[in-house]
Every structure is written in structure tokens, then in C-alpha cells.
């Protein structure tokens, strides 16, 4: 008998016949003597349906309002999968973030998770219940509603999981696994039965939407064991995070190949070579709340230097009309930029212990006529900016120089 | 400076633009220098839905989930409220019922009221708050989410109005105040300007379904000054409904007439004469949760004695079935019942004083030859049951037959 936490997301209760669905599975692992937990998400579209009610009221609603708004989604969800389960004849009952409960902070619309007081869904466990948990919400510590933002249901499922001690944490989502790359894009593309920690972080960073990075970092602290699933399969063991210890000695020196196109790039030639410049530079575009994510500065000649850095390709325009106006006053010679590139990055722990990997990627790219216009590496990942239409291309014959569509 | 509680209905909260409608009449009496506190709603056909929506899961959904589950709906406008009026410069908060708290019985979706932590709702009223508080809701001591049933929302008014002892309770509604009679039927109908408790308490139970039944109980207990009033209307003062001790001397005998189309008749001829026999027949009929209503039993003669009474006409059926299975069991000579019939009341304090209030009614529908087929009378109302096609021209009669077209 073990403890697992279940957590499925907005398209597995997106329908009435979806939660009946969810409700079968569940009761199919009750049914094998584990006890289960299941932390559940809004139906999908319920919560956008609701912010643009919000929005059509006030411009920028008040967060602690919001988020007393946006917790009736998971709410209803809730109350349904347990009705769904008592007509299967399992016994269940229902709680929201605040009846459990699970205190945050009050940071409305992005808390933060203090403590889990987990002694009353250990009762309702040990009553022979199934206990269903609304997903992305909790409550501070003066008893007002608060939501984790975006994502959040996946970091309810391992929260709880840590909370608990469970056996596992599985999230169900519509993907059935953790894959070596898109299979819209490489039909080759090949379900990992496991991937580490810290590689699933750089894949999902980079665009592999499969599990929200907070719940990866979250699932990586508190040593739980986590497992992505498709919540429309019946069968099927999904892919399993496992930390690096765990693995053979043997390991696949790359794991997968993630791309992004959704960014803009930003170049900044001739500025004075000078302490403080980048500073100067990407001051005013963080103060803008916009988020910077590849930088690069090259070693400078003639006591100036030149610097890239990619922006989301929403926020291009705003972070170019930033830079202009501080154009003057940093002494820049030229402000470009270009929202037709694309990201893409090997991602591996083996290559820590592999020379070539970096070698490979660019000879393979350079085979292809792929210009790439910036590179920016970590321990286990190298990434590179290149033209957006070459995209699918390059992670085509990357997918392939690395041997991914071969099973490990 | 007074302190107000206002509730406003489904229909009142049922759009953006009804929401803000609300929201401007609040910052109006808050402009005022009051101190306001608001309890809402659903959107109207909110909680059709959610209940619609929980019937397709589970033919009879689970009581405790089911109130996980409608409890949302005033949550989304207490949200969307108080955003509404800080677009409008206003500091408003809103509070589900879980946290305000107002604590119920474990009665899942019939819950009743046992006590209201008033502290958080004063201290943030003495900030400059508007308080939004979500009506027919609560908690029970072991903090599971309760709902109050159908019309709660009104009774969560008067409840939080006792508890603040506030100057005032509010209720906005799709009419603009109590009246004579159904100005549909009787145009020269009059809003009252007052009405006693007892008296809305007779006209609210004949159908004139202004306010809830519950709520006018719990204001006469607590002494709340209740007045309703239109939401649609910008001025107006609506009813007040009073305490018979505040009324001036000189009452009108008849406040109204009251009426209800809903209900059906059932007769049951020669049965034994003899103790018990009232509980043989009408136990069976209250052990299938119909509601019986008026019920009239004649002097009897020759050893047996004749029964009539009514129940809601959707029973009708269900009722004459019962009552013929056990027609040979309690020995009765006939069964026979009308759905196609009304009952007119005439309502008013004034009657206890006044001999002829009886005569008047009997006199006014013999002259035009409506056949009285029951009557029952309380110590306030006379009520009598008429073939159904009578029933406008009764009203319109006894309207005028009290004068209840001119000012008192």
C-alpha cells in the first residue's frame, strides 16, 4: 500500500465526462489499496473566463480580490470529482487551500507556500477517504484567500507530496511524457523513462511546458518523487524525475533537445568598456519588469564592447524604446535588434563528464548552413540563437547527430 | 453616521453593468458618511447552473459537496463587487462567509445560523471600509463550508445586521416595495409604507414572495428595521417593514391581499368519526415530504366526518395516490380533489380590533357570485379557497372593498 498524490490539470476536468474519467482512475488506485490524494486544477478556460470578468471591472484589479475570484474555479472542481468518486461508491470529501490548510504569504496572485497542516487530510486517509485538494490555492496567516499564480496546481500536488512523505507525486497532463524533443517537429522523438531533476529544469525553462519549473525546483528540495502522465491514457508509466544519484553509471550523454521561439533579440554595440556598464544598460529594462534571459557580452577592443541579450518577443518593442532613450547617456553607438530568431539547447548531466558535446552541436549546425548568432552555455545545457526559420531544421539534425531516437 | 446593511439579489448583481450599478449606489451612501456593509448574491442562475452541473455527476449529489460547490457563486460577485467600488475610489473588502466567520449547524444546504464573529467586519469598517460579505453562506465549527438553502441570502443580511447592531438592513430586490396587492392584477394597487411583521410574515408565506419568510422571523426576533427597496430605482424608501408597537394608533384593518395560484384541493368524504383519524390520513402524506397547507376538518354527523386540505399543486397527484391506497384501510367513503383553485387572503393587524373584517370579504364575493369553497382563518388574515378563474376579480374586488386603493 502506498500514499500517492494525484494531480491533473485543467484539460483532464475540462468536461463532466473528463472528471467521471478522472474519477475512474482514481478509483482504480484506491481500488489497489493505496491511498490517494488528488490535487485538482480549475476546469480549463474557467480561469481566464474569470480574469476577464475581473478586467472588464477594473483595469488592474485589486490581487487580494482576484484571488478570492480565481479560487472558485478550483473550488467547483473540487466539489465535482468528489460527487464523481461517491458515485463510483468511494468515499471522498473535498477541500479547498484554506480548509486544509495550506498557508502562504500574502503575496495575492504569486504566493509562496509557508506550512501545510496536513494532520486532517492524514485523518480523512486513514477513514478510508479519498481526499480531493484544490490545486493553486492557500490562504495567509490573517485567514485571507491567496492563489500561487500561474502553474501553481503542480506546486499544490508536490507540496503536499513533501507534506505528507507520499510514495510519489504524479502529475497527469494531456502529454503522456517527457520527451527527447517535440514530436510535431521530430516524429522520431522518444518518451524518456527518466529524466534528472535538474535537466527536466532546463527543459521546461526552455519551452518543454510539461511540468511548471516552480513545482521541478519545489519536487528537487524536498527529495519527492515525481512523475509525469497522460490523464487520457489508460496504461502507460509516463517519465519518471529522478535525481542524478539515482541513475546508472551509464548515462546518455544528452537527454533532450528544447527550443523556444517566443523570443526577440537586442544588440548593443560600441558602449564604453567600463565597470557598471551592463548595469547601466539593463537597470532600467529590469526596473521595466521585463525579464532578461540570455546575456552575452563579448571581450571588448578600443575601450568599448558590445552586448546581446534576449527579451519575450511581447516585450521587444518596449525594452528597444528603453534602450534608445538611455541611448545618449550610456554613449552607445547603436542600438539593433531582431524578433526573428529562435533558441535551441542540448540538455544533458552527462555532458559533464563529455568533452565534444559542444563540438557536435556546431559542426552539426554548420553541416545545415545555420549561422548561430549567440551562445550561451551552463553545466548541463549549451544554447544557441539562431534565424527562427532554421528552427525545425536544427532541431531535426540535432535530435539526430545526438542518436536521441535511440533508445538508451 | 449611520451604519447600513444592504443585500442585494441575483437579479440586482446579474451583469457587469448591474454590478457596477450596485457599486455607485453603495459609494452614494458611503459619500454620505455611513458605514456600509453589503451582502450579495449569486449572479442570477449562477446556482441553477452549478446545481444543473452537480445533478450530472451524481443523481443526488453529496450535501457537503454540494455546498463546496454553490458557495462559489457569491464569491465571484463579493470579487468582483469590491473591485467595483475601488474603481470608483472606494476601500472595499470582501469576505466569504467561512471568513467572516459566520458560524452554522452541520446542516449542509439547509444550514442555520448559531453565531457571526462580528470583530473583523467592525474594525474594518471603522477603517474606512465598505464591507462585502457573500450572503447564504457559512461554516461550521469543524470548518466545513455550509450554505444556508434557497433565500439564505436575505437571512445572512438580517443575521449580520443583528450581530452589528446596525441602524438599518436593506433589502434591494426587482420590486420597489411591498404592496396592497399584485399591481398586475390590481392597478390602483399602493406600495405601503409600512407593513408589520406579522402581517409581511402572512403575505410572504400567501406568495407575495418579496422577501424570504426566514429573514422576516429573524429581524422580528433581533428588532431589526427592515425596509425593502428597488435596485433598479434610484430614489424611493421602499417599505419599512415595523413592530406593531411602533404603528400609530389609528391602523388601516387590511394592510393587503394576498394570493397563491400554486396549490390544489383534496377532499376526503365519510371516514370514521373517531381520535386518530386526522394523523391516519394526513401521516402517509407528510412521510412523502409533501406539505400540506390548509387543512379543515367539519363537525361531523351520522358517526364520520369530512377532511379537506390543500398541498402544492405539483403534489397534487402524488397525494391523491397515497391517499387512495389506504382509502379502505381508514374506510373512507370518498376521495375526490381540484387542482383548478386559488386562495385569497385579506392580511392586516388592524383585524383584531375590528369585528365585520369577515363579513366584509364573504358579503363582497357573494355579490359577485364567487362560491367560497374553505376558509381558515388566524388571528391576522382570513384566507379562502375560490375556483381558480374567480381569483383576478376576487382580488380586484376586495381591493376595493377595503379601500386599499386610497392612502391611509
Redesign the interface.
Known amino acids: 500500500m502506498a500514499l500517492i498524490v494525484q494531480k491533473y490539470g485543467g484539460t483532464s476536468v475540462g468536461s463532466?465526462d473528463r472528471?467521471?474519467q478522472v474519477a475512474r482512475r482514481v478509483a482504480k488506485f484506491k481500488a489497489l489499496g493505496h491511498q490517494v490524494v488528488v490535487v485538482l486544477s480549475a476546469m480549463s478556460g474557467e480561469t481566464n473566463r474569470?480574469i476577464a470578468?475581473?478586467k472588464?471591472?477594473?483595469?488592474s484589479?485589486?490581487p487580494?480580490?482576484?484571488d478570492?475570484?480565481i479560487?472558485?474555479g478550483e473550488?467547483?472542481t473540487?466539489?465535482?470529482l468528489?460527487?464523481?468518486l461517491?458515485?463510483l461508491g468511494v468515499r471522498a470529501?473535498?477541500y479547498?487551500g484554506?480548509?486544509v490548510r495550506i498557508v502562504t504569504d500574502s503575496a495575492f496572485t504569486k504566493a509562496r507556500i509557508l506550512s501545510i497542516d496536513e494532520g486532517n487530510i492524514r485523518e480523512d486517509l486513514n477513514a478510508g477517504n479519498v481526499v480531493v485538494v484544490a490545486g493553486f490555492q492557500g490562504v495567509d496567516e490573517r485567514?485571507?484567500?491567496t492563489t500561487l499564480g500561474r502553474g501553481g496546481s503542480d506546486t499544490t500536488g508536490v507540496a503536499l507530496a513533501a507534506a505528507l512523505k507520499a510514495d510519489e507525486c504524479q502529475i497527469y497532463t494531456d502529454v503522456d511524457g517527457v520527451y527527447t524533443t517535440d514530436p510535431r517537429i521530430v516524429p522520431e522523438a522518444r518518451k524518456l523513462k527518466t529524466i534528472t531533476f535538474e535537466e527536466m529544469l532546463e527543459m521546461a525553462s526552455l519551452g518543454s511546458k510539461v511540468l511548471q519549473i516552480r513545482s521541478v525546483e519545489f519536487a528537487g528540495k524536498y527529495k519527492v518523487k515525481l512523475r509525469v502522465l497522460s490523464s487520457f491514457e489508460e496504461e502507460g508509466e509516463g517519465t519518471l524525475i529522478t535525481f542524478e544519484d539515482d541513475q546508472k553509471m551509464e548515462q546518455p550523454i544528452i537527454s533532450g533537445i528544447a527550443f523556444n521561439r517566443d523570443e526577440a533579440k537586442i544588440t548593443v554595440r560600441g558602449v564604453p568598456d567600463k565597470p557598471g556598464i551592463a548595469y547601466q544598460l539593463l537597470g532600467p529594462v529590469g526596473e521595466a519588469n521585463i525579464d532578461v534571459d540570455m546575456i552575452i557580452q563579448n571581450v571588448g577592443s578600443d575601450g568599448t564592447t558590445d552586448f546581446s541579450f534576449t527579451v519575450h518577443r511581447n516585450e521587444f518593442a518596449k525594452a528597444m524604446d528603453i534602450l534608445k532613450g538611455i541611448q545618449a547617456q550610456v554613449g552607445a553607438k547603436e542600438i539593433s535588434g531582431d524578433d526573428k530568431i529562435a533558441k535551441v539547447s542540448v540538455v544533458g548531466v552527462g555532458m559533464r563528464s563529455h568533452a565534444g558535446v559542444a563540438g557536435t552541436m556546431f559542426k552539426t549546425l554548420a553541416a545545415e548552413g545555420i549561422n548561430i548568432q549567440m551562445i550561451s552555455t551552463s553545466e548541463i545545457k549549451i544554447s544557441v540563437v539562431i534565424e527562427e526559420k532554421y528552427l525545425e531544421l536544427a532541431v531535426r539534425v540535432l535530435h539526430q547527430a545526438y542518436n536521441l531516437d535511440q533508445a538508451a
Chains 1, 2 share one sequence.
Do not use: C
Open positions: 463532466v472528471i467521471r474569470l470578468l475581473a472588464e471591472i477594473q483595469a484589479p485589486s487580494r480580490e482576484m478570492v475570484l479560487s472558485t473550488q467547483v473540487i466539489a465535482l468528489a460527487m464523481a461517491m458515485d470529501k473535498s479547498t484554506s480548509q485567514g485571507n484567500i
